[in-house]
Every structure is written in C-alpha cells, then in structure tokens.
Nanobody
Framework: QVQLVESGGGLVQAGGSLTLSCAASGRTFGTYPMGWFRQAPGKEREFVAAINWSGGNRYYADSAKGRFIISRDTAKNTVVLQMNSLTPEDTAVYYC?????????????????WGQGTQVTVSS
C-alpha cells in the first residue's frame, strides 16, 4: 500500500515557477514508477510527467517538455515536479500517482495509487 500527499501548489503569475512535491509512504515506494497528472475544470485528467523506479528514465507530455522537470529522492520518499515558464493553460489540480508496473505510465489507468491533488493557478 502506498499513500501519496502532494504539496507546493499555489498562485503564480505567468512566466513564473512552482515546485510540487509528493510525499509517499509505504515500504516499497522505491520500486514504484511515479507520475504527475493534472485536471483542469471541465477537462479530462491528463498526463504531465513520469519517472521510473531508479530515476533513470523520465517521460513528459509535449506540453511539459522543456519547461517541467520530474525527479525523485527514494531516500526521502519524495517525487518532485519543477515547473517553469508557467502559463494560464497550466492552471489545474495536479495529482501525484504511483504505479506497480512500468507500463502505461502516460495513462491514468496505469496507476494504482493517487494523491488528493494540489491546486496550481497561473494568472495572466
């Protein structure tokens, strides 16, 4: 069992940066691929970024490439999403997720555990 708690959301002006953190509990956290998703009002939850268990492989949605960086610290049981050059289109609730397999990391059904989400609002 893995429990996930996100933090770091807030209000930021366009062009600014935010760092989201996901604190995980569970003995096997280090073996789980992790991902970040987001959901804007009236839209489907969408993939943002994912990282494999070792941190050696990272995956990004086209909208995140070049602006966001995902990383993990297994010793601290955390996954971090560094977001730069934010635009109003990045406004959403951001969710951290953990997967028990290395497959399907870009889709919601590929994950077994989810956090409650943290709101990110980017003003123009």
């Amino acid at each position: 069992q893995v429990q996930l708690v996100e933090s770091g959301g807030g209000l930021v002006q366009a062009g600014g940066s935010l760092t989201l953190s996901c604190a995980a509990s569970g003995r096997t956290f280090g073996t789980y691929p992790m991902g970040w998703f987001r959901q804007a009002p009236g839209k489907e939850r969408e993939f943002v970024a994912a990282i494999n268990w070792s941190g050696g492989n990272r995956y990004y949605a086209d909208s995140a490439k070049g602006r966001f960086i995902i990383s993990r610290d297994t010793a601290k049981n955390t996954v971090v999403l560094q977001m730069n050059s934010l635009t109003p289109e990045d406004t959403a609730v951001y969710y951290c997720a953990a997967s028990s397999t290395p497959y399907g990391l870009a889709i919601t059904s590929g994950y077994d555990y989810w956090g409650q989400g943290t709101q990110v609002t980017v003003s123009s």
